[in-house]
T-cell receptor, first 112, second 114 residues
Framework: SQQGEEDPQALSIQEGENATMNCSYK?????LQWYRQNSGRGLVHLIL?????REKHSGRLRVTLDTSKKSSSLLITASRAADTASYFC????????????FGKGTLLTVNP | DAEITQSPRHKITETGRQVTLACHQT?????MFWYRQDLGHGLRLIHY???????NKGEVSDGYSVSRSNTEDLPLTLESAASSQTSVYFC?????????????FGPGTRLTVL
């Protein structure tokens, strides 16, 4: 079953604008991760946020986590055409479990 | 440089045939995973392994099998291919040490079952 559900399914913006994608999940988690997938390629890890963290930054990426609402958001600031890709959230429920459960993804298009 | 490779990259087969997709990683990771990606479903876990001789079923394991005879390889076998197994297949690996581990993905295999 899908744990993470991204919203919106598709997002189209202009270069230089900010892009925000949201992820909701259903059960308690150990950590939540965001991945990017360029067309025809494998997924690439972007950032991981632990369940006891509320916000994390990496370059132009900002991730927030609200465990009380079981939701996370990924903000990409000052977007570039090269940011055009699908973005997936994935959850891990910890313990001795290394599996990830992925959402269906948000397709981001950044227009030059 | 360490990497994860998949072969073949593209495969066309017929219904009922046995097909094996290869996955090879050079990171010496204990954990390996197979996913399928379909429009409207995102990535779904097929099988996974946490070490040699260890295999586990994922969310959509029916019709698939894996075996782990060494650390580097986790081949995925479709025992009798069905049209519903037309998909893009991704292999991934992650280290076992630590509590917070990202997964590293291969480039994918596009499988068409006619």
């Amino acid at each position: 079953s899908q744990q993470g559900e991204e919203d919106p399914q598709a997002l189209s913006i202009q270069e230089g604008e900010n892009a925000t994608m949201n992820c909701s999940y259903k059960t308690s988690i150990n950590n939540l991760q965001w991945y990017r997938q360029n067309s025809g390629r494998g997924l690439v890890h972007l950032i991981l946020i632990r369940s006891n963290e509320r916000e994390k930054h990496s370059g132009r990426l900002r991730v927030t986590l609200d465990t009380s609402k079981k939701s996370s958001s990924l903000l990409i600031t000052a977007s570039r055409a090269a940011d055009t890709a699908s973005y997936f959230c994935a959850t891990n429920d910890g313990g001795s479990n290394y599996k990830l459960t992925f959402g269906k993804g948000t397709l981001l298009t950044v227009n030059p | 440089d360490a990497e994860i490779t998949q072969s073949p990259r593209h495969k066309i087969t017929e219904t009922g045939r046995q097909v094996t997709l290869a996955c090879h990683q050079t990171w010496n990771h204990n954990n390996m995973f197979w996913y399928r990606q379909d429009l409207g479903h995102g990535l779904r876990l097929i099988h996974y392994s946490y070490g040699v001789q260890d295999t586990n079923k994922g969310e959509v394991s029916d019709g698939y099998s894996v075996s782990r005879s060494n650390t580097e390889d986790l081949p995925l076998t479709l025992e009798s291919a069905a049209s519903s197994q037309t998909s893009v297949y991704f292999c991934a690996s992650s280290p076992r040490q630590g509590l917070y581990n990202e997964q590293f993905f291969g480039p994918g295999t596009r499988l068409t079952v006619l």
